[in-house]
T-cell receptor, first 114, second 114 residues
Framework: AQSVTQLDSQVPVFEEAPVELRCNYS??????LFWYVQYPNQGLQLLLK??????LVESINGFEAEFNKSQTSFHLRKPSVHISDTAEYFC????????????FGKGTHLIIQP | DGGITQSPKYLFRKEGQNVTLSCEQN?????MYWYRQDPGQGLRLIYY???????QKGDIAEGYSVSREKKESFPLTVTSAQKNPTAFYLC?????????????FGDGTRLSIL
């Protein structure tokens, strides 16, 4: 069965600084990887996903994530953050051919400081 | 626009009372899910359903019940047996449970105890 670890529960950064939110997974087979964003008192929204092909995937609002099979990682990055990026970010994994569906990490709270 | 509608947004429960949270989707998805979210604990799966008239327990099903009489609807009942029901409840759906299918989320219901 798969598992996912988000090591940082909170990440404070200054506005316009770069940020990286870390995600590591564990699985013995090929995986699909997702990042979701949750704004206060709302549900989760899909930010980006890796299914196959290019290991670098991008979102429409400037985030990107790179699938690294050897490191079993799928870290989320943005070169310059804005106040509006303040939110909770969840990494999720599912296995190709697996029966367990999506497994979510515990989330990372991104705090943007002016 | 297709999506998932959860109601009510806020709900209060008295001691010993059962309450039902509504979840409706018009995405024509087969799979639906209920999650509970507590601060710092990420998302925990309560129940899921992959087809009408069938559902399975998740990791924390005790004190909860569900039904799936229609493809579009997956209501969750929080029973009096759930001793700590105060949480944010999220409903989600996907085309299939397995593989590369992302889940789509509603905006949640916040349940509190009077």
């Amino acid at each position: 069965a798969q598992s996912v670890t988000q090591l940082d529960s909170q990440v404070p950064v200054f506005e316009e600084a770069p940020v990286e939110l870390r995600c590591n997974y564990s699985s013995s087979v090929s995986v699909y990887l997702f990042w979701y964003v949750q704004y206060p008192n709302q549900g989760l929204q899909l930010l980006l996903k890796y299914l196959s092909g290019s290991t670098l995937v991008e979102s429409i609002n400037g985030f990107e994530a790179e699938f690294n099979k050897s490191q079993t990682s799928f870290h989320l990055r943005k070169p310059s953050v804005h106040i509006s990026d303040t939110a909770e970010y969840f990494c999720a994994v599912s296995e190709e051919g697996g029966a367990d569906g999506l497994t979510f990490g515990k989330g990372t709270h991104l705090i943007i400081q002016p | 626009d297709g999506g998932i509608t959860q109601s009510p947004k806020y709900l209060f429960r008295k001691e010993g009372q059962n309450v039902t949270l509504s979840c409706e989707q018009n995405l024509n998805h087969d799979a639906m899910y209920w999650y509970r979210q507590d601060p710092g604990q990420g998302l925990r799966l309560i129940y899921y359903s992959q087809i009408v008239n069938d559902f399975q327990k998740g990791d924390i099903a005790e004190g909860y019940s569900v039904s799936r009489e229609k493809k579009e609807s997956f209501p969750l009942t929080v029973t009096s047996a759930q001793k700590n029901p105060t949480a944010f409840y999220l409903c989600a759906s996907s085309r299939l449970r397995q593989g590369n299918q992302p889940q789509h989320f509603g905006d949640g219901t916040r349940l509190s105890i009077l």
